[in-house]
Every structure is written in structure tokens, then in C-alpha cells.
């Protein structure tokens, strides 16, 4: 009970509002049964949770213990570690084991294919996507599947990428017929290219039709410009917001796109695949950030805007942030970034070379913790307790689902153009589910999701060791002694117990120190 005290002290909440809270529960269900005593149980376990998630802060996190070099990197380049990839970075290095997932076409990744077969949507073109009743079936899959590649996929720098770079060109899976196609411009434009090189998905985002239908483009005629994805392509996908474009600028530009849209549902094998209509085309003369492009181009002026993006400086620094944002720090070093950008500039956007560079440019000791977004917070807890997500590409809903959609970070949904947030004052605000998460994992469990708590356990019978366990499996820079004697304590009130066992998982998951990558 101390503890706990001590907990709500530094949590900012009112011992006697928590007695009070679950007095009232205790009392409420005094006259029932032995079941009521449960209930108030968990809810004293649960609490104990939601005051140790509570406690988040940068400040904490950054008084942590350091941690190997290599740790740090499986940390930020995966969903979460592994012994697997401890022993890889061990024998590989820190640098070997960054070239390593840069290389990511020779990790042989065929069970995860295997384990993928059922998901039969995610295979399927635009045409034969619409012609499925129900776009909920479809999403399920989506969003099913990419929960898949990110805990079991052994190419997980490369899934890291993919979900940046969904976030970069966003498409909000909710917007009309994307709920039917969106998933194509993932797998078409995001994928052959999340380890490439920028300008070329520039190329391909600019001819997806997800994309085009989402920013409105297809709309976009020399008779009645639409805007919107030319303001996005400067704001969002290149220069950014303060990048040195005007409101005339983003005019010109969407005179250029004219005329890039879509051949629409036609019924046949070819639609929504990309099409140029010339009679929609402005092909007057324009002029972008300085540069003339002259009448009569047709559909290259809008080639020409996409080589003048991603050749300008302004481009290589707004890229280069943000992957320093993602991976590094959400206040990345000025010098960080602009060696990232130098490397974009002088590689023509080779994200490999980018990544290399980041990497090798910061040192691991000094980095400052970040916040894992929820959808970091789920898959590393399953991939630090070994945890198992079972395949079920059938139905429109699960209860992992329910528990991402909860936290605010079900992949795919979010609204805005701008992607899921790099950020900590977003993400921290947003500490309810992320313990409601962990107290589920830990107690009755998620469905589908398969947790062998004896074999986490295997060969420990004291409640030291567990607690030891927990620490060196689930926390790169170690528990805080407070985190560890709670659990330790905890396990010590029946250790060779599975349910108390893995109920002090679950309050492990919950704890502060586990929040931080």
C-alpha cells in the first residue's frame, strides 16, 4: 500500500480519492458475493497500473539508466526487441547490424508471406476491391494484416519505413472509395519504394489513384482548378508549410496537375487506374518558385513540378526532419538534420543512404527517449513477451482493433492529411488506453492474441528471478527500483501462480519506464 501511495503522490492523484473510489466500489458490492471481492481486486490492480502510467514523463524517462549501443538500435529500428535480434546485433555490431535491415531484400521473409495467404484483399486490384459489397471486410484485412508484417515480419526496418512513409502520403482510409482501394497505393507506391529513393514515390504518389481521389485531383480542370492536392504536395510532401512557396505558387501548381485523374469505376479490369485527360489540361503558360514552364507542355508540366520538388533544398530539409523526428528526437539537432539533408541532396534522395547517415551521425548513449505511439506500444509488447498474433483475416472487427482504435492509432484511420502525429504532447494525453491495453493483456487477455506465460517463465520459480525475467526482456534502460519491487511484490503473493504471473506482466506493460523507446 505504500508504494501505491507513494505512486498516486507522484502522480498528482489524492490517496484519499483513490480509498474513497474504492471504498465505494468495495462498498457497493459488500453484501455480494466472493466474485464482487474479485472485482474489487482488479480494479486495485488496475488502478496501481493507471498510477503507473500516470507517472510519464521525458524527465524520468531521460534519468534512466543508459543501455547498450546495440539495445537502443533494435529499439529504434524495430517494432520491438527481441533475444533474436540482440544476438544478431551482438555478433553483427552496431553498424553491421544497420546494414543488416538496410538490406532488407536478402532477410528472408517467407514465413511471414506464408502467414499472410490468408489475407486475400491485400492481393486483389482497385477493380476487383470495388467490386466487393462490403469495404469493412477489406479494411479488416488492411489493418489486420499490417499488424501482421509489423510483430513477425524479420525485415523490420523495412515495415518501420512503410508505416513512415504511409504517414508522409497520407490517405485516410475512411474517404469514400478509398475504403475500398486505399490499401493499393500502400503496396503499389509505399512499398517497392519505403527503402528506395524519395523522388521515385514522389513519381508514384503523384499517379495513385488513392491519392488523386483523396486530394481531389481528379477533379482538378483547366475550367474549375481544385487545389488541394497541390497545396499538400508542397505542404506535406515536400517543401513543407515553411518551406518558401506562396499562395500563388500553389495555384500554378495545381494548374499543372490538370487533368492527372483517374479512369473512374468504368466496370472493366481498368478501373480507377491512372489516366491523363489532355482536354482537361491547362496548357497555358506557368510559373513555379521561380521557374518558367512553357504553353503546350500537356501532362509533363506536372512531371516538370515534381522534379522541381524533389531536387529543392527545401525538400532534402523538410524530409530530413522529419525522419530525424521519427527515429532520433522529436526536437532533432540542427546539425543532425542537415547532414541527413546534405546526404538527400547528394544521393538524388536515397533513403538508405539518409538512414545511414542519421544512424551513424548520433550516439546511442546520449539519445533522448521517445514516447511509443500507441501502435509501438502494442507491438512491443508483444514482441518483449513473445506473444503470438494469431491470424484471423476473416470478419470486420476484432478486439486488438477495438484496443487501437481506443489509444487513437488504428492504422489507416486517421482523418487528416498530415498522418498520425510525431508528437509527445499528442501521444502522452492519451494514457487511459494505453493501461486499459496493458491491464487486458495481463489479465483476461486479447483475443487472438496468444501470451505462453510458462514459457516466459520457464525454469524461474521465485519471484526475483521473475521480476529479473521482466526487467531484462521488457526494459532496454532497466526498470526504476519502484517499478521493479511492485512487481517483484507482486509476484511474491504467489509466484508459481500463471494468472498472477502474467497479471504482473501486464502491470509491467503499464509502467512508465515501459512507455519509452
Known amino acids: 500500500m505504500g508504494l501505491a501511495q507513494w505512486m498516486a503522490k507522484n502522480a498528482g492523484v489524492s490517496w484519499t480519492d483513490v480509498l474513497g473510489e474504492s471504498a465505494a466500489s468495495w462498498g457497493a458490492g459488500a453484501s455480494k458475493n466472493s466474485e464482487s471481492q474479485n472485482d474489487l481486486l482488479s480494479r486495485r490492480k488496475l488502478l496501481l497500473g493507471a498510477l503507473m502510467a500516470s507517472g510519464l514523463s521525458q524527465r524520468e524517462a531521460q534519468a534512466a539508466p543508459t543501455t547498450s549501443a546495440t539495445r537502443w538500435l533494435i529499439n529504434r529500428l524495430t517494432y520491438g526487441w527481441t533475444q533474436a535480434e540482440q544476438t544478431r546485433a551482438d555478433q553483427l555490431g552496431y ?13 528472408d521473409d517467407s514465413a511471414l508471406t506464408q502467414r499472410l495467404n490468408p489475407y486475400l484483399y491485400i492481393r486483389l486490384t482497385a477493380a476487383q476491391l470495388y467490386s466487393i459489397s462490403m469495404p469493412s471486410y477489406i479494411i479488416h484485412q488492411v489493418v489486420e494484416s499490417t499488424f501482421i508484417r509489423s510483430v513477425h515480419s524479420k525485415r523490420q526496418l523495412y515495415q518501420k519505413m512503410v508505416e513512415f512513409w504511409t504517414d508522409h502520403f497520407h490517405i485516410s482510409i475512411t474517404n469514400e472509395v478509398n475504403a475500398w482501394i486505399r490499401y493499393v497505393d500502400v503496396r503499389d507506391v509505399v512499398m517497392p519504394n519505403a527503402l528506395g529513393k524519395f523522388p521515385d514515390m514522389l513519381n508514384a504518389s503523384a499517379r495513385s489513384v ?11 480542370t483547366w475550367w474549375a482548378i481544385n487545389e488541394n492536392y497541390a ?14 512557396y506562396t499562395q500563388q505558387d500553389v495555384m500554378e501548381v495545381a494548374r499543372c496537375f490538370t487533368g492527372w485523374g483517374t ?19 491547362d496548357n497555358g503558360p506557368k510559373t513555379v518558385l521561380g521557374y518558367n514552364i512553357p504553353a503546350g507542355g500537356g501532362m509533363n508540366d506536372g512531371q516538370i513540378v515534381l522534379d522541381i520538388l524533389a531536387n529543392h533544398p527545401s525538400t532534402a530539409q523538410y524530409v530530413s526532419k522529419k525522419l530525424c523526428r521519427r527515429f532520433y528526437d522529436y526536437d532533432p539537432p540542427v546539425s543532425l538534420v542537415n547532414s541527413v539533408a546534405q546526404t538527400y541532396t547528394a544521393t538524388g534522395g536515397d533513403i538508405k543512404a539518409m538512414l545511414r547517415t542519421l544512424f551513424n ?12 505511439r500507441p501502435f509501438n506500444l502494442f507491438t512491443s509488447a508483444f514482441r ?32 487528416p492529411p498530415d498522418g498520425f502525429p510525431e508528437s509527445l504532447e499528442f501521444w502522452v494525453n492519451l494514457l487511459t488506453p494505453r493501461w486499459a491495453f496493458a491491464s487486458i493483456l495481463g489479465s483476461i487477455g486479447i483475443f487472438q492474441v496468444s501470451l505462453d506465460i510458462s514459457g516466459f517463465m520457464s ?5 526475483d528471478s521473475m521480476a529479473d525475467r521482466i526487467e531484462s526482456r521488457l526494459f532496454p534502460y532497466g526498470m526504476t527500483s519502484l517499478e521493479k519491487t511492485l512487481v517483484r511484490d507482486y509476484l511474491a503473493t504467489n509466484p508459481t501462480s500463471p494468472v498472477v504471473q502474467r497479471e504482473a506482466l501486464g502491470l509491467a506493460v503499464s509502467s512508465p519506464s515501459f512507455q519509452w523507446e
Open 263 to 281: 479512369t473512374g469505376y468504368d466496370g472493366t479490369a481498368n478501373t480507377f487506374t491512372f489516366l491523363y485527360y489532355p482536354h482537361k489540361h
Open 361 to 372: 551521425s548520433i550516439d546511442p548513449q546520449t539519445a533522448p527517449p521517445k514516447l511509443k
Open 459 to 463: 525454469g524461474l520459480s521465485s519471484a
Open 95 to 107: 553498424h553491421g547490424y544497420l546494414e543488416y535491415q538496410l538490406n532488407h531484400a536478402a532477410i
Open 231 to 244: 497545396r499538400e504536395l508542397l505542404e506535406l510532401h515536400t517543401l513543407g508549410v515553411d518551406g518558401g
Open 210 to 220: 488513392p491519392m488523386l481521389l483523396y486530394l481531389n485531383n481528379f477533379e482538378n
Open 384 to 415: 518483449t513477451t513473445g506473444a503470438d498474433v494469431v491470424d484471423f483475416p476473416q470478419g470486420w472487427s476484432t478486439q486488438l482493433r477495438s484496443l487501437m482504435s481506443d489509444c487513437g492509432h488504428q492504422p489507416f484511420h486517421w482523418g
